[in-house]
């Protein structure tokens, strides 16, 4: 379910690193949580972010949510299908609905980030309290 | 799951948007057993009720359902509710579950006249079958012929063998049932009106379908629109003060708001900005706060993102520009008539 090239953080966002780029999007589970996804408000191209920033909004029937990036960085590319079809964030949230790519500022960051079986450990102690 | 008023309740089944457009053009059924009953007996019956709530319960014939307001002396909602006519000496009430005690409370304690009161909620489950194809689906499990109960009526009678209200009622801005049963038959009819629906497409609904329907219909939600602050006149509901009826709780505050004029309206806006206006965002016009979103959110079925808030009621006409406080910023919105969708049949 949870790719194992891709880090992973607490807010439920995925980054997937390939050289000095990566690709990010929120996972599966923060997909579930939400519901329908309704709208997704991006950032701007060459926007420059601290890790942890939030850098975007995605809103569901029921809610909204804050999506932060997992690196600090460069917005180099923004995914252009999300304006008209953010519901494939329910469809296929690992893949075809990434939401931006960032030229990583420091990509010793990611090493800080769960990597999949500690994601799914996190996810199941969520579930738990809920 | 989530607690809503005590009750473990789910939020959705298959998803808010399939949950809402099964209503709209097939049917969807809902578990609303958390819904509170109170029962008022006896020969002055009819005057609690009176006394009570604002609108007027003497011109129910029996077998017809009222919505109305329990008030308070200020003339503000305790609660809105159902009151069912079942005799000229009973009457059953449907209140929100998150209030069923104390409204039962503020009944007891306005009881002057001697009549009986029963906090009757542990003794019904209720189900409802909302949405155009409702009627047949229900009809398959009745000898009760469903055809003549109009809107607002009801009637008694077995549902797959079990004794049934059956009401022509519901919070969906669909056509639709909503049966009152014993709770010991709750998985019984849940699974036969299930079986029942399948050929029509009738699928499960959460809340959060629940709460989208009735927003696109604009029918208040307690703790939103209406509470012990707002008055039926300030939230579009004159049609249900019927200060003309006699005394009851909080005429005198209605009556001189009725003359006086009203400090702020309930009205319904429409999302410009592509952004979403949700329940306790701020409300700007010409830059200045002036109300707050009572509720807020997509309508599916109509395609936009729609809201209700409380406004000055000289900026409320139809068209006006108004802007809502989203994170920080401004978003431009635009006052819209209400209801938001209505029922083409």
Same mark, same amino acid.
């Given at each position: 379910?949870? &790719? %194992?090239?891709?880090?992973?953080?607490?807010?439920?966002?995925?980054? $997937?690193?390939?050289?000095?780029?990566?690709?990010?999007?929120?996972?599966?589970?923060?997909?579930?949580?939400?519901?329908?996804?309704?709208?997704?408000?991006?950032?701007?191209?060459?926007?420059?972010?601290?890790?942890?920033?939030?850098?975007?909004?995605?809103?569901?029937?029921?809610?909204?949510?804050?999506?932060?990036?997992?690196?600090?960085?460069?917005?180099?590319?923004?995914?252009?299908?999300?304006?008209?079809?953010?519901?494939?964030?329910?469809?296929? &949230?690992?893949?075809? %609905?990434?939401?931006?790519?960032?030229?990583?500022?420091?990509? $010793?960051?990611?090493? @800080?980030?769960?990597?999949? @079986? %500690?994601?799914?450990?996190?996810?199941?102690?969520? %579930? $738990?309290?809920? | 799951?989530?607690?809503?008023?005590?009750?473990?309740?789910?939020?959705?089944?298959?998803?808010?948007?399939?949950?809402?457009?099964?209503?709209? #053009?097939?049917?969807? /059924?809902?578990?609303?057993?958390?819904?509170?009953?109170?029962?008022?007996?006896?020969?002055?019956?009819?005057?609690?009720?009176?006394?009570?709530?604002?609108?007027?319960?003497?011109?129910?014939?029996?077998?017809?359902?009222?919505?109305?307001?329990?008030?308070?002396?200020?003339?503000?909602?305790?609660?809105?509710?159902?009151?069912?006519?079942?005799?000229?000496?009973?009457?059953?009430?449907?209140? +929100?579950?998150?209030?069923?005690?104390?409204?039962?409370?503020?009944?007891?304690?306005?009881?002057?006249?001697?009549?009986?009161?029963? +906090?009757?909620?542990?003794?019904?489950?209720?189900?409802?079958?909302?949405?155009?194809?409702?009627?047949? !689906?229900?009809?398959?499990? #009745?000898?009760?012929?469903?055809?003549?109960?109009?809107?607002?009526?009801?009637?008694?009678?077995?549902?797959?063998? *079990?004794?049934?209200?059956?009401?022509?009622?519901?919070?969906?801005?669909?056509?639709?049932?909503?049966?009152?049963?014993?709770?010991?038959?709750?998985?019984?009819?849940?699974?036969?009106?299930?079986?029942?629906?399948?050929?029509?497409?009738?699928?499960?609904?959460?809340?959060?379908?629940?709460? #989208?329907?009735?927003?696109?219909?604009?029918?208040?939600?307690?703790?939103?629109?209406?509470?012990?602050?707002?008055?039926?006149?300030?939230?579009?509901?004159?049609?249900?003060?019927?200060?003309?009826?006699?005394?009851? /709780?909080?005429?005198? *505050?209605?009556?001189?708001?009725?003359?006086?004029?009203?400090?702020?309206? /309930? *009205?319904?806006?429409?999302?410009?900005?592509?952004?979403?206006?949700?329940?306790?965002?701020?409300?700007?016009?010409?830059?200045?706060?002036?109300?707050? *979103?009572?509720?807020?959110?997509?309508?599916?079925?109509?395609?936009?993102? !729609?809201?209700?808030?409380?406004?000055?009621?000289?900026?409320?006409?139809?068209?006006?520009?108004?802007?809502?406080?989203?994170?920080?910023?401004?978003?431009?919105?635009?006052?819209?008539?209400?209801?938001?969708?209505?029922?083409?049949?």
């Amino acid at each position: 379910m949870y &790719p %194992a090239d891709y880090r992973y953080t607490k807010d439920h966002e995925w980054i $997937k690193v390939e050289g000095p780029v990566g690709t990010i999007g929120i996972t599966d589970y923060a997909q579930s949580e939400l519901g329908d996804v309704v709208f997704a408000e991006l950032p701007k191209l060459g926007v420059t972010m601290k890790a942890g920033e939030s850098f975007g909004t995605i809103e569901s029937v029921k809610a909204v949510s804050e999506i932060f990036t997992p690196v600090s960085g460069e917005i180099t590319e923004i995914n252009s299908k999300l304006v008209d079809t953010p519901e494939i964030i329910n469809k296929d &949230p690992h893949g075809s %609905a990434w939401l931006v790519k960032i030229r990583l500022s420091d990509p $010793k960051e990611v090493s @800080a980030l769960m990597d999949a @079986a %500690a994601y799914e450990t996190y996810i199941a102690a969520q %579930a $738990k309290e809920h | 799951m989530v607690n809503f008023g005590g009750w473990d309740m789910p939020v959705e089944y298959s998803g808010i948007l399939s949950e809402h457009e099964a209503v709209r #053009t097939r049917a969807g /059924l809902f578990d609303v057993s958390h819904m509170g009953e109170i029962e008022v007996r006896g020969h002055s019956a009819l005057d609690l009720v009176q006394w009570v709530t604002c609108n007027n319960a003497a011109k129910l014939v029996v077998g017809q359902a009222q919505y109305s307001g329990l008030m308070t002396e200020r003339g503000t909602f305790v609660d809105d509710l159902l009151v069912h006519k079942i005799s000229d000496t009973h009457y059953l009430l449907c209140v +929100n579950a998150s209030n069923q005690d104390r409204d039962f409370d503020h009944i007891v304690s306005k009881n002057e006249v001697g009549a009986e009161v029963e +906090n009757a909620g542990p003794r019904y489950s209720q189900l409802a079958v909302q949405g155009p194809r409702a009627k047949e !689906i229900l009809q398959k499990l #009745t000898p009760v012929v469903l055809d003549p109960i109009r809107y607002y009526h009801f009637t008694f009678g077995k549902v797959s063998g *079990v004794d049934c209200l059956i009401a022509r009622t519901g919070y969906t801005g669909e056509d639709g049932f909503e049966i009152y049963f014993d709770p010991q038959f709750s998985e019984k009819l849940w699974g036969e009106l299930m079986q029942a629906g399948e050929a029509f497409g009738m699928i499960p609904c959460g809340l959060g379908a629940r709460n #989208t329907l009735r927003l696109e219909a604009a029918m208040c939600l307690y703790g939103h629109e209406i509470d012990e602050t707002t008055t039926p006149l300030e939230a579009g509901l004159g049609w249900i003060c019927k200060l003309e009826k006699g005394r009851f /709780l909080g005429c005198d *505050v209605l009556a001189a708001q009725k003359q006086s004029g009203i400090g702020r309206k /309930l *009205v319904g806006f429409e999302m410009i900005d592509k952004r979403i206006g949700r329940d306790g965002y701020p409300v700007q016009i010409d830059g200045r706060d002036a109300g707050c *979103v009572t509720s807020g959110g997509p309508a599916p079925f109509l395609k936009k993102n !729609i809201g209700m808030a409380y406004v000055p009621p000289e900026s409320s006409a139809a068209g006006s520009s108004i802007e809502i406080g989203i994170r920080g910023q401004a978003a431009a919105a635009r006052i819209v008539a209400l209801p938001f969708y209505k029922r083409p049949h």
